[in-house]
């Protein structure tokens, strides 16, 4: 279960990772800081959910909870890959994330000049993910070592178990070798299981993130790995907004032909890639958004909920958000005989309004 995303901004210096960070959370770090410093900023803010403000005005609840996400403005990294290696702490910040969004410099500006002298976005990219994959082959090649001496001694596990775990880290290696993230690899259930414990840094999902001046098209980059996915973003622009108040931010919006904001776009990208969706529980109490995989079961739904739920587990009453508001409430939902009684094995679609029905 993921009952909170935690994505890392990360990027080359002078890519604008701190104004994106301020851009998508409202905040208002200092967009320069020390260089040759390990450093992180972490804000965590509500998903924005239409559906979740339709219900809230359906049930007029004491209370109204979104999903949310925390983002970590790491610094330091850029500095970790000029010196040859990423840091221990650094290492750490990032295997704790479930995805990165990688800001990659798109724009001029003769007063803060790239540190390599020119733009390159396919450049910048490609540096720091292969960064990434050269510590991932570290760890990689360190197991295949342990694995050898494991089958060596002839004690402990099966051979043949240990032969699949030999097949796959070499599977791996060749990969990386190759200069390809580890996120492009289709794996069964039963490798991902298999390697969970290890947090490869190329296998995390990415979210690409060009961070352009007004009015600049998308870069045509052509970059090798699944589980990717490409947004642009105003970030000095999109910062600005955050920052004014809700009817000064409409205006604005408005002047400059931005339909949606920079964080929506950025969230519901990061929803696909994570490979996560919403359901719902609604009531005069509290009209709350929950965070499950795809493919997740009423079951899990219960437990994301509480533990005490998915024990007691009889039965969950089912309506999909669209037809619960074509319908006007739960009580006309009923009267229809619209909601449905589904078991453990229902798998939960997005926007799924869910109540668990217990014995606990």
């Known amino acids: 279960m993921i009952p909170t995303m935690q994505l890392g901004i990360i990027g080359l210096s002078q890519a604008g990772k701190t104004t994106v960070f301020n851009a998508l959370t409202g905040n208002d770090q200092p ?8 450093d992180v900023h972490l804000a965590v803010v509500d998903v924005p959910d239409p559906r979740v403000d339709a219900l809230s005005a359906m049930f007029q609840p ?3 909870t979104y999903t949310r996400v925390t983002y970590a403005d790491i ?4 500095d970790s890959v000029a010196q040859g290696g990423i840091s221990g702490p650094l290492l750490n910040q990032l295997a704790y994330m479930d ?3 990688h800001v990659i410099r798109c724009f001029e500006n003769p007063s803060v000049p790239h540190p390599s002298g020119a733009l390159d976005p396919l450049r910048d990219l490609s540096n720091l993910s292969s960064e990434m994959m050269i510590n991932d082959l570290i760890v990689v090649e360190r197991r295949l070592e342990k694995l050898q001496e494991e089958m060596k001694k002839g004690k402990g596990r099966e051979k043949a178990l240990i032969s699949r775990d030999v097949a796959l880290f070499e599977h791996l290696q ?9 996120r492009s690899l289709e794996l069964s259930p039963e490798e991902r299981k298999l390697i969970s414990g290890f947090a490869f840094l190329s296998r995390k999902p990415m979210l690409i993130l060009f961070n352009n001046s007004e009015g600049q098209e998308i870069p045509c980059v052509d970059y090798p790995g699944g589980r990717c996915e490409v947004v642009a973003l105003q970030g000095k622009l999109e910062m600005d907004i955050a920052q004014l108040s809700g009817e000064d931010r409409a205006m604005f919006m408005d002047e400059y032909n931005i339909v949606e904001s920079g964080l929506i776009r950025v969230i519901n990208q990061s929803y696909c890639l994570l490979e996560i969706h919403s359901f719902f529980t609604v009531g005069e109490d509290e009209v709350r958004a929950w965070t499950i995989p795809l493919g997740a079961t009423a079951f899990d739904a219960a437990g994301a909920i509480h533990t005490d739920l998915q024990k007691g587990f009889i039965r969950a009453e089912v309506i999909g958000y669209e037809e619960l508001i074509e319908l006007g409430g739960l009580v006309e939902a009923r009267k229809k005989g619209k909601l449905r009684l589904e078991g453990k094995e229902y798998i939960v679609k997005d926007g799924d309004i869910v109540h668990i029905r217990h014995n606990l």
């Open 31 to 38: 967009t320069i800081r020390g260089s040759g410093r390990y």
């Open 62 to 64: 004491e209370k109204t």
């Open 75 to 78: 610094a330091g990294l850029e």
């Open 99 to 101: 995805g990165f969004v």
């Open 174 to 182: 060749a990969t990386l070798m190759a200069d390809v993230p580890l």
